[in-house]
């Protein structure tokens, strides 16, 4: 196995948080969570899908911590992998927020709600 090193790149001030997830609505959920979280928060994140379209998706309140995020995620391009730089507030201020988005574990029937409803839009095939 090929082992490769990465250098995020941002300015000093600026804070960056590295997470994992695994599905399109994470960046809206992510968004929501922030703005929710820290009035006036100026952030910018990015999502590298690992299936589907494969898309880096984008979102944020302030267009230089987005393209940073954007530029980040492309570079390390791995699936999977969610980029949050924060221009004035710190982690600290949104972790726990962030690692309590999930409400818990799907049951069998929203197992099978989820598989159905990536179907029906496309983002799935079989």
């Known amino acids: 196995m090929r082992l490769i090193s990465i250098k995020i790149e941002k ?3 600026i804070n960056f948080i590295l997470a994992q997830s695994h599905f399109i609505k994470t960046v809206e959920d992510c968004y929501e969570t922030l703005v ?4 006036g928060i100026k952030f910018g994140l990015a999502f590298c899908e690992a ?3 494969k898309k880096i998706r984008k979102a944020g309140t302030d267009d230089e911590m987005i393209n940073l995020a954007v530029k980040n995620a492309k570079e390390v391009g791995a699936g999977h992998s969610l980029f949050i730089f924060l221009k004035n507030t710190f982690p600290v ?3 726990n927020r962030i690692k309590n988005l999930s409400d818990g574990i799907e049951n069998k029937e929203e197992e099978q709600d989820r ?3 990536l179907r029906k839009i496309g983002y799935k095939s079989s």
């Open 93 to 95: 201020n949104i972790l």
């Open 51 to 53: 299936s589907g379209p």
């Open 36 to 39: 929710e979280a820290v009035p």
């Open 11 to 13: 300015p000093a001030e």
């Open 115 to 117: 598989k159905d409803f």
